[in-house]
């Protein structure tokens, strides 16, 4: 997918196959809430349900609704930011290079990207322990 992201820069990231289904579900719904076909949408991706375009306000909105009705408990201090931090902190704790990440998140120094993760202080990821980890499964 193409899109600009913060700072006017042209930035491209690749759907997962969930997404790009829901974003096509997204989009033949409003295709047929307008009576055209999906070739025929123009304006911007994603709207509000009165048609404008879904600006940062109420992309917060929807965030703390949805986690409202979600049943989280911490539903009024989420953010759009909150789901930046989440998504740094899981891709690392799966694996995922801190350079894969930072470019992911579209940021130009990896300092900045390292601030989101939440959990690099995890015994499980530090190179001491994992190194002594490694070496006791070999013995065992």
Request: hydrophobic letters at 40%; zero cysteines.
């Amino acid at each position: 997918m193409r899109f600009v992201g913060k700072g006017g820069r042209a930035r491209r990231r690749a759907l997962t196959p969930g997404t790009a289904y829901a974003v096509d579900a997204y989009l033949a719904e409003r295709a047929a809430v307008q009576r055209v076909p999906v070739a025929e949408l123009t304006g911007p991706l994603l709207v509000t349900a009165s048609g404008a375009r879904l600006d940062r306000h109420s992309v917060f909105r929807l965030v703390r609704r949805l986690a409202r009705v979600a049943g989280i408990a911490a539903w009024a201090r989420l953010s759009p930011h909150s789901l930046r931090h989440a998504f740094a902190t899981t891709a690392r704790s799966e694996g995922v290079p801190l350079e894969d990440v930072q470019d992911a998140m579209g940021h130009a120094d990896p300092r900045t990207t390292r601030r989101y993760d939440r959990d690099r202080h995890n015994l499980d990821r530090d190179p001491a322990y994992a190194i002594w980890a490694a070496r006791a499964r070999r013995r065992g």
